[in-house]
């Protein structure tokens, strides 16, 4: 029931505490950090995609279908 800023503000808050934890925890340095987070952003947003950019509660898809159609 979160708004879109509110779900992107979790999200940025979940990458800054993981890439905070890897260098002062893990002593990982920050270029190694950087390639990490690309593939754990790549994989979460992978497993989320549906939920994030074609949420059951907005008719997008349709609206794009009618569009394509026409075209």
Known sequence: D?????????????YHNVAERMQTRGKVPPERVEKIM????KYIMTRLYKYVFCPETTDDEKKDLAIQKRI
């Open 2 to 14: 979160l708004s879109i800023e509110e779900q992107s503000e979790c999200a940025q808050d979940f």
């Open 38 to 41: 690309d593939q754990i952003e």
